[in-house]
Protein backbone atom coordinates (compact mmCIF):
# COMPACT_ATOMS: atom_id res chain seq x y z
CA UNK A 1 0.00 0.00 0.00
CA UNK A 2 1.28 3.55 -1.00
CA UNK A 3 1.74 5.52 2.00
CA UNK A 4 1.26 8.66 -0.71
CA UNK A 5 -2.14 7.26 -1.40
CA UNK A 6 -2.74 6.42 2.32
CA UNK A 7 -1.64 10.37 2.84
CA UNK A 8 -3.70 11.79 -0.09
CA UNK A 9 -6.72 10.03 1.70
CA UNK A 10 -6.12 10.92 4.85
CA UNK A 11 -5.46 14.89 4.08
CA UNK A 12 -8.71 15.11 1.36
CA UNK A 13 -11.46 12.62 2.67
CA UNK A 14 -14.20 13.60 4.74
CA UNK A 15 -16.57 11.23 4.34
CA UNK A 16 -15.83 7.04 4.28
CA UNK A 17 -19.03 5.75 2.24
CA UNK A 18 -19.08 1.70 3.15
CA UNK A 19 -20.58 -0.76 0.96
CA UNK A 20 -22.44 -3.02 3.79
CA UNK A 21 -23.17 -6.45 2.13
CA UNK A 22 -19.83 -8.23 2.62
CA UNK A 23 -18.23 -5.07 3.11
CA UNK A 24 -19.09 -4.78 6.56
CA UNK A 25 -21.77 -7.51 6.85
CA UNK A 26 -20.90 -11.09 7.10
CA UNK A 27 -23.36 -12.40 4.63
CA UNK A 28 -22.16 -16.06 4.59
CA UNK A 29 -22.59 -16.32 8.92
CA UNK A 30 -26.20 -15.68 8.64
CA UNK A 31 -26.94 -17.01 5.05
CA UNK A 32 -25.43 -20.31 4.69
CA UNK A 33 -26.93 -21.59 7.86
CA UNK A 34 -30.49 -20.29 6.59
CA UNK A 35 -29.60 -22.03 3.48
CA UNK A 36 -28.52 -25.53 5.09
CA UNK A 37 -32.24 -25.18 7.07
CA UNK A 38 -34.18 -24.70 4.03
CA UNK A 39 -32.39 -27.70 2.35
CA UNK A 40 -32.98 -29.75 5.22
CA UNK A 41 -36.50 -29.33 5.45
CA UNK A 42 -36.46 -29.90 1.79
CA UNK A 43 -34.71 -33.13 1.90
CA UNK A 44 -31.87 -32.06 -0.19
CA UNK A 45 -28.19 -32.94 0.21
CA UNK A 46 -27.33 -29.89 -2.00
CA UNK A 47 -24.22 -27.84 -0.39
CA UNK A 48 -26.05 -24.37 0.86
CA UNK A 49 -22.06 -22.41 0.27
CA UNK A 50 -22.68 -23.65 -3.63
CA UNK A 51 -26.02 -22.27 -3.37
CA UNK A 52 -25.12 -19.34 -2.00
CA UNK A 53 -22.48 -18.25 -4.27
CA UNK A 54 -25.13 -19.16 -7.28
CA UNK A 55 -27.80 -17.64 -5.66
CA UNK A 56 -25.77 -13.97 -5.61
CA UNK A 57 -24.72 -14.27 -8.81
CA UNK A 58 -27.82 -14.76 -9.64
CA UNK A 59 -28.97 -11.70 -8.34
CA UNK A 60 -26.15 -9.37 -9.30
CA UNK A 61 -26.87 -10.36 -12.97
CA UNK A 62 -30.99 -9.05 -12.27
CA UNK A 63 -29.99 -6.26 -10.17
CA UNK A 64 -27.67 -5.31 -13.24
CA UNK A 65 -30.62 -5.50 -16.00
CA UNK A 66 -33.11 -3.77 -13.81
CA UNK A 67 -30.80 -0.80 -13.58
CA UNK A 68 -30.25 -1.20 -17.43
CA UNK A 69 -34.08 -1.48 -18.39
CA UNK A 70 -36.25 1.18 -18.79
CA UNK A 71 -38.98 1.45 -16.17
CA UNK A 72 -39.05 1.16 -11.79
CA UNK A 73 -36.78 0.32 -9.52
CA UNK A 74 -37.15 -3.19 -8.71
CA UNK A 75 -37.04 -3.30 -4.63
CA UNK A 76 -33.17 -5.85 -3.73
CA UNK A 77 -35.94 -8.22 -1.52
CA UNK A 78 -37.72 -9.09 -4.64
CA UNK A 79 -34.56 -9.55 -6.85
CA UNK A 80 -33.36 -11.10 -3.86
CA UNK A 81 -36.46 -13.50 -3.78
CA UNK A 82 -36.69 -14.10 -7.59
CA UNK A 83 -32.87 -15.32 -7.59
CA UNK A 84 -33.46 -17.59 -5.15
CA UNK A 85 -36.73 -19.63 -6.41
CA UNK A 86 -35.05 -19.63 -9.72
CA UNK A 87 -31.68 -21.48 -7.95
CA UNK A 88 -33.99 -23.60 -6.11
CA UNK A 89 -36.23 -24.81 -9.01
CA UNK A 90 -32.68 -25.31 -11.09
CA UNK A 91 -31.80 -27.71 -8.61
CA UNK A 92 -35.67 -29.86 -8.72
CA UNK A 93 -36.54 -28.04 -5.65
CA UNK A 94 -40.45 -27.12 -5.18
CA UNK A 95 -40.23 -24.73 -2.79
CA UNK A 96 -42.99 -22.35 -1.58
CA UNK A 97 -42.95 -19.00 -1.81
CA UNK A 98 -42.80 -18.32 1.95
CA UNK A 99 -39.92 -20.52 2.59
CA UNK A 100 -37.99 -18.36 0.13
CA UNK A 101 -39.22 -15.26 1.59
CA UNK A 102 -38.14 -16.51 5.28
CA UNK A 103 -34.35 -16.85 3.95
CA UNK A 104 -34.49 -13.18 2.73
CA UNK A 105 -35.89 -11.70 5.84
CA UNK A 106 -32.62 -12.77 6.82
CA UNK A 107 -30.85 -10.19 5.47
CA UNK A 108 -32.10 -7.81 7.69
CA UNK A 109 -30.50 -9.64 10.84
CA UNK A 110 -26.30 -9.58 9.24
CA UNK A 111 -24.32 -8.75 11.52
CA UNK A 112 -20.75 -6.87 11.61
CA UNK A 113 -17.53 -8.76 11.18
CA UNK A 114 -15.14 -9.30 13.76
CA UNK A 115 -12.88 -6.80 12.75
CA UNK A 116 -15.17 -4.07 11.91
CA UNK A 117 -16.81 -2.21 15.46
CA UNK A 118 -13.19 -1.26 16.39
CA UNK A 119 -12.28 -0.03 13.46
CA UNK A 120 -15.49 2.22 12.84
CA UNK A 121 -14.67 3.66 16.19
CA UNK A 122 -11.49 4.69 15.72
CA UNK A 123 -12.22 5.88 11.98
CA UNK A 124 -15.05 7.87 13.39
CA UNK A 125 -12.84 10.42 15.14
CA UNK A 126 -12.21 11.97 11.77
CA UNK A 127 -14.72 11.26 9.44
CA UNK A 128 -18.31 10.91 8.41
CA UNK A 129 -19.11 7.32 8.59
CA UNK A 130 -22.23 6.31 5.77
CA UNK A 131 -23.11 3.05 4.02
CA UNK A 132 -23.87 2.90 0.86
CA UNK A 133 -25.60 -0.20 -0.23
CA UNK A 134 -27.73 -1.70 -2.73
CA UNK A 135 -30.06 -3.03 0.31
CA UNK A 136 -33.51 -1.17 0.41
CA UNK A 137 -33.77 1.68 2.47
CA UNK A 138 -36.01 -0.87 5.30
CA UNK A 139 -32.97 -3.01 5.45
CA UNK A 140 -30.85 -0.50 5.74
CA UNK A 141 -32.04 0.97 8.98
CA UNK A 142 -32.83 -2.80 10.14
CA UNK A 143 -29.31 -3.28 10.55
CA UNK A 144 -27.73 0.03 11.74
CA UNK A 145 -28.34 -0.93 15.05
CA UNK A 146 -26.14 -4.01 14.94
CA UNK A 147 -23.04 -1.56 14.77
CA UNK A 148 -21.58 -0.76 18.09
CA UNK A 149 -20.24 2.91 16.32
CA UNK A 150 -23.33 4.62 14.69
CA UNK A 151 -23.36 5.42 11.33
CA UNK A 152 -23.85 8.96 10.43
CA UNK A 153 -26.44 7.74 8.10
CA UNK A 154 -27.31 5.13 4.94
CA UNK A 155 -28.12 5.85 1.50
CA UNK A 156 -29.81 3.37 -0.43
CA UNK A 157 -29.63 3.19 -4.45
CA UNK A 158 -33.74 2.40 -4.31
CA UNK A 159 -33.65 6.43 -3.63
CA UNK A 160 -31.38 7.15 -6.55
CA UNK A 161 -33.03 4.47 -9.07
CA UNK A 162 -30.58 2.25 -10.05
CA UNK A 163 -28.01 -0.47 -8.29
CA UNK A 164 -24.91 0.24 -8.20
CA UNK A 165 -22.62 0.63 -10.28
CA UNK A 166 -24.98 2.67 -11.72
CA UNK A 167 -23.59 6.73 -11.29
CA UNK A 168 -26.82 7.68 -9.84
CA UNK A 169 -26.51 6.10 -6.05
CA UNK A 170 -22.75 8.28 -6.34
CA UNK A 171 -24.34 11.20 -7.39
CA UNK A 172 -26.94 11.01 -4.65
CA UNK A 173 -24.70 10.58 -2.06
CA UNK A 174 -22.44 13.17 -2.81
CA UNK A 175 -25.29 15.56 -3.47
CA UNK A 176 -26.85 14.38 0.39
CA UNK A 177 -23.70 14.63 2.30
CA UNK A 178 -22.50 17.91 0.08
CA UNK A 179 -19.55 16.77 -0.80
CA UNK A 180 -17.62 16.64 -4.09
CA UNK A 181 -16.77 13.52 -5.44
CA UNK A 182 -13.10 13.29 -4.20
CA UNK A 183 -13.95 14.21 -0.55
CA UNK A 184 -15.88 11.05 -0.23
CA UNK A 185 -13.64 7.91 -0.01
CA UNK A 186 -15.64 4.44 -1.30
CA UNK A 187 -15.04 0.99 0.74
CA UNK A 188 -15.62 -2.08 -0.67
CA UNK A 189 -14.82 -6.05 -0.75
CA UNK A 190 -15.98 -5.80 -4.16
CA UNK A 191 -14.72 -4.64 -7.49
CA UNK A 192 -17.62 -3.46 -9.57
CA UNK A 193 -19.16 -0.88 -7.46
CA UNK A 194 -15.45 0.43 -6.51
CA UNK A 195 -14.86 0.56 -10.09
CA UNK A 196 -18.14 2.65 -10.36
CA UNK A 197 -17.16 4.97 -7.65
CA UNK A 198 -14.02 5.59 -9.38
CA UNK A 199 -15.59 6.50 -12.49
CA UNK A 200 -17.33 9.15 -11.10
CA UNK A 201 -14.14 10.42 -9.49
CA UNK A 202 -14.40 8.96 -5.67
CA UNK A 203 -11.61 7.64 -4.05
CA UNK A 204 -11.77 4.23 -3.28
CA UNK A 205 -10.31 1.41 -0.35
CA UNK A 206 -10.56 -2.18 -1.37
CA UNK A 207 -11.34 -4.13 1.33
CA UNK A 208 -10.17 -7.57 0.04
CA UNK A 209 -11.50 -9.60 2.74
CA UNK A 210 -11.65 -12.37 0.34
CA UNK A 211 -7.87 -12.12 -1.08
CA UNK A 212 -9.70 -11.73 -4.86
CA UNK A 213 -7.47 -10.56 -7.43
CA UNK A 214 -9.04 -6.32 -8.44
CA UNK A 215 -8.80 -7.52 -12.20
CA UNK A 216 -8.11 -5.46 -14.73
CA UNK A 217 -10.08 -2.29 -14.98
CA UNK A 218 -8.04 0.96 -15.52
CA UNK A 219 -9.88 2.25 -12.86
CA UNK A 220 -8.07 0.93 -9.44
CA UNK A 221 -8.22 1.40 -6.00
CA UNK A 222 -6.12 4.43 -4.16
CA UNK A 223 -5.60 1.33 -1.35
CA UNK A 224 -6.01 -2.15 -1.11
CA UNK A 225 -6.24 -3.31 2.82
CA UNK A 226 -7.69 -6.83 3.87
CA UNK A 227 -9.82 -5.59 6.30
CA UNK A 228 -11.02 -2.79 8.45
CA UNK A 229 -8.50 -2.82 10.69
CA UNK A 230 -5.85 -2.01 8.50
CA UNK A 231 -8.22 0.24 6.70
CA UNK A 232 -8.46 1.97 9.66
CA UNK A 233 -4.39 1.77 10.44
CA UNK A 234 -4.08 3.40 6.88
CA UNK A 235 -6.58 6.02 7.75
CA UNK A 236 -7.13 7.06 11.44
CA UNK A 237 -5.77 9.86 12.66
CA UNK A 238 -2.20 9.98 13.28
CA UNK A 239 -1.70 8.72 16.92
CA UNK A 240 -4.61 6.58 17.06
CA UNK A 241 -3.24 3.90 14.45
CA UNK A 242 -1.80 1.27 15.70
CA UNK A 243 1.63 0.75 16.03
Not at 21 to 37: G, I, M, N, S, Y
Not at 60 to 77: A, E, N
Not at 156 to 171: F, L, M, Q
Not at 190 to 197: C, M
Request: charged share 30%; aromatic share 8%.
Amino acid sequence: MSEIAAETLREETKVLAFDLWDTLLDREATLVPALQALLDDHGSDYDPEVLLRRYLAMHFRDSMIDSLIPGPHTPFKEISRRALAYRLEQIGLDVPDEAVRAVIRQWKTLEPYSDVDAALDRLSEEYELVGLSNGDPDMLEAVRPNFETELDGVVSVAEAGAYKPHRASYDLTCEALDVAPHEVAFVTAHTFDLVGARAVGMRGAFLNRHENPYGGWTHRPDITVPDTEALADALAPRGTATE
